[in-house]
């Protein structure tokens, strides 16, 4: 029970609620233990930082900081338009793909209404939905992975939201696009799915879906992306939905005024337009993440393949312990005991350098 003296005045969904947990910054851990020239593994961030054609892009706003951004998105939204070749009402911007995941919450979903995930899905579908009074339906996992079998089966006629992450956080595992497509289709049309597709540059497989190519085929899909994770942009927050203009309407209901910022607005539009950095960044991530898989087998540890900039590994021990460790070595990493995988810790693919580091460092205290 808490102790909050103003517990009684909120909802019960928020009542119950745990805050998200982000990854600790490195300069945190580095006042806490008086250590320097730590590494940061933890949050699927872009190793190789953003297109230096971004920080143009921003400086050249410094003269205009005192100025609200332009609150439509303009310029963002045509090149988001001309990149997915689909009508301008289609797009809703948010301050981070998390921002549209809340929104969709806010506006079809309520008291009464069923929000369904899979286990081990991403943390923001159970937090959102349940901050607005949903009920939380969770399917089980299939090798860590979303079945889709098991969630036909728990549709119901009060399900409003279907979420899948497509690669999924914190696993790394996908969908193939048949079996994907497939299950949208056979969704009820009052049904909203929305399939988050924050890792779908990093993707390299023949059978992957992009799901943004059926919007006109199924008008209660929602697909979100963002600009925190291949183009580097993750301190801006800057992200986005894609769905039938309709939806996107309702959403645009429930967007705050100027929720992207004009920093946000002027990176993202010029991180479009340097795709030659995007391909040098999965580049780079399918290069560490060989390295990382090769130096987890040569330790003789387990790990769920992945086709994201992470990869998840099973230590058969409190990951906790091991996570600490290696705080002090410097190395911070991401345990997933809140997803419900206590013995199994999240790396973020780095640079070379990065990935040896902590490589040693994880040999070092598994011999403890």
Known sequence: MSDNRFIQLCSAGIAQLKPYLPGKPISELERELGISGSIKLAS????????????????????????????????????????????PACITLGNGSNDVLDMIARV???????????????????????????????????????DLQAMRERLSERTRVVWIANPNNPTGTWLKRGELKSFIADLPEQVIVVVDEAYIEYVDQPDYPDASLWLDEFPNLIVTRTFSKAYGLASLRVGYALSHP?????????????????????????????????RRSVESNRQGMTQLTAGFQRLGLKYIPSVGNFVTLRLDRPAAEIDQALLREGCITRPVANYGLPEHLRVSVGLAEENSRFLDALEEVLKR
């Not at 706003?61 to 939204?77: C, H, K, N, T, V």
């Not at 967007?255 to 030659?276: H, I, K, S, Y």
């Open 108 to 146: 079809f979903l309520g008291p009464g209404c069923e929000s369904l995930f899979s286990q081990y899905a991403f943390a923001v579908y159970p937090i959102s939905s349940q901050a607005v009074g949903a009920e939380l339906v969770i399917a089980p996992a299939k090798d860590y992975g979303h």
């Open 246 to 278: 309709d939806l996107a309407g309702l959403l645009n209901r429930v967007r705050q005024p100027f929720n992207v910022n004009a920093m946000a607005q002027a990176g993202a539009l010029a991180a479009l337009g340097d795709q030659a950095f995007i």
């Open 44 to 87: 699927n961030e872009n190793s190789l930082g953003a297109s230096p054609r971004v920080a143009e892009a921003i400086g050249a706003l410094m003269s205009e900081i005192a100025r609200y951004p332009d609150g439509s998105g303009f310029e963002l939204s045509q090149a988001l338009v001309a990149k997915h070749d689909c009508d």
